[in-house]
């Protein structure tokens, strides 16, 4: 920079960077209502900007207690052991860029800079971060939540007309909401017990629409959220539709809380001083992520073909 002859003057530059802070303010506050990972999944920001790689560990426990005499010395050991897993942290980023005479007619006008620049930045890093919420990224190995290895799998019944929702009755998809969230509590005894549901919109709008059965006035998503006792939530997530084997649609459950599973983002959405390189003032903006991690997969179920 110390060679190059193109410079704002004093005036110029304070309205820059006048500008920039308030491009900056808006870029933060903006709302991005379909990207939802950072929503349905609690996300950790626990780690260190800095960090390179996320380290985290899972505990289980052995042994049993008994009966026991008055001078027994025989008491049953129990004992913990764990296991360590580790997770990469990557780096997501983009830029924008004002170059002098849009600067400079700016000023001289009285004029905003332009904020698409900004927000088509920020947008750019929100899709690419959510995106790796759902379905990760496996030229970089990070894991996401649709596809994370180990979740169980629920099979959706075919009563004789298919498995897909819109050719079942009410009470017969009904069955399926409630055999998702049931396999998950049979199959760990109690242990787990989901209280979130994902599905494709299609299907969301499907249940949301059509009555449980004939002299009803509740709709499917309304009966069952009041009469299952543990799905408390269900929300529509675009990345399910075709995300099941052979390209069919998919549904989850899940316990959405950060003891059950985290989204890595060590580095939230930032956005850098300007460089200026050439004619042009640059602003590179940066995130980081570490993905998904579930700490305990069986608490997860999927179920593909509706």
Same mark, same amino acid.
């Given at each position: 920079?110390? %060679? ?5 003057? #004093? ?5 820059? +960077?006048? $500008?920039?802070?308030?491009?900056? &303010? =808006? ?71 004002? %170059? ?5 007619? #700016? ?5 905003? +800079?332009? $904020?698409?620049?900004?927000?088509? &930045? =920020? ?184």
């Amino acid at each position: 920079m110390e %060679n190059n002859p193109i410079r704002l003057d #004093a005036g110029e530059s304070a309205f820059f +960077l006048r $500008q920039l802070e308030y491009i900056k &303010a =808006r870029t933060y506050d903006q709302k991005l209502k379909t990207l939802k990972a950072k929503t349905l999944i609690p996300v950790s920001t626990e780690a260190n900007p800095a960090a390179e790689n996320i380290t985290y560990r899972r505990f289980d426990a052995v042994g049993i207690a008994k009966i026991i005499a008055d001078y027994a010395q025989d008491f049953p050991r129990v004992d913990i052991y764990g296991t360590e897993q580790t997770v990469k942290v990557h780096g997501i980023g983009d830029a924008y860029g004002y %170059n002098i005479m849009e600067i400079r007619r #700016a000023a001289m006008a009285g004029l905003s +800079l332009e $904020q698409r620049k900004a927000n088509t &930045a =920020r947008r750019a890093i929100e899709e690419k971060s959510d995106s790796i919420a759902w379905l990760g990224d496996s030229d970089y190995n990070i894991q996401g939540f649709i596809n994370y290895p180990g979740i169980s799998e629920y099979t959706v019944p075919d009563p004789g007309s298919g498995t897909e929702w819109a050719n079942k009755t009410g009470d017969e998809i009904l069955a399926d909401l409630n055999g998702i969230v049931f396999g998950i509590i049979d199959s760990t005894n109690g242990v787990e017990a989901p209280d979130t549901m994902l599905m494709p919109i299609t299907q969301y709008n499907l249940i949301s629409g059509i009555r449980i059965g004939d002299g009803s006035d509740k709709t499917i998503k309304t009966f069952f959220l009041e009469n299952n006792g543990y799905i408390k939530t269900i929300e529509w997530v675009t990345e399910l539709k075709g995300a099941g084997a052979g390209g069919a649609d998919r549904f989850m459950v899940y316990s959405r809380d950060d003891n059950h599973i985290t989204l890595e983002i060590p580095q939230m959405f930032e956005q850098f001083p300007p460089q200026q390189k050439g004619m042009e003032y640059e602003i590179m903006c940066h995130e980081r992520t570490g993905g998904v991690i579930m700490y305990y997969p069986q608490s997860v179920a999927y179920g593909d073909g509706i």
